[in-house]
């Protein structure tokens, strides 16, 4: 499949993420709300796992060290992307959170130049400042 076709239907799930989310908060603590949700997701992926046979000749040992280290950071850094998402949702609008949520689109370009070694060139520099601008066009226009 298409990784842009992925990346769409990503951007789909992941907005209902704050429509869900906005609606279910409503009486709910962030915290709380944020740990079901990962369990919720948690079960879901074991499910899927066990459905797809993606642990048919799957071993721990196929990991090593420095892959555990990063994915237990990976796994630390959304857990702690899915607690302040939901927190500003409880307190703001979900339009204005999700919106200033998706400036990770500007981070994620400036760490994978940084980190990854990753480049970039005037097209995607301008991209990137129209993100900031209408992120905040958006969040100011209410």
């Known amino acids: 499949m298409n990784y842009i076709i992925l990346a769409l239907l990503s951007a789909l ?13 409503k009486n709910v603590d962030p915290t709380i709300a944020t740990t079901i949700r990962s369990l919720i997701m ?9 459905f797809l046979k993606k642990f048919e000749n799957f071993s721990l040992n196929l990991f090593t060290s420095k892959d555990w280290f990063l994915i237990i950071l990976a ?3 959304g857990a702690l992307s899915w607690l302040f998402y939901f927190w500003a949702l ?7 959170v999700s919106v200033i949520d998706r400036l990770s689109l500007v981070f994620v370009i400036l760490l994978s ?4 070694g990753e480049t970039f ?16 066009l958006i ?3 209410k």
Do not use: D, E, R
Request: proline content about 2%; charged content about 5%; hydrophobic content about 65%.
């Open 42 to 50: 948690a079960g879901f992926l074991v499910i899927v796992s066990l």
């Open 13 to 25: 799930t992941a907005s209902l993420v704050a429509i869900f989310g906005k609606l279910g908060l």
């Open 90 to 96: 409880k307190f703001g609008p979900a339009s204005h």
């Open 75 to 77: 796994g630390i850094s």
């Open 113 to 116: 130049a940084l980190i990854l």
């Open 121 to 136: 060139n005037l097209k995607v520099f301008v991209g990137m400042v129209l993100i900031v601008i209408g992120a905040i």
């Open 139 to 141: 969040v100011l226009g």
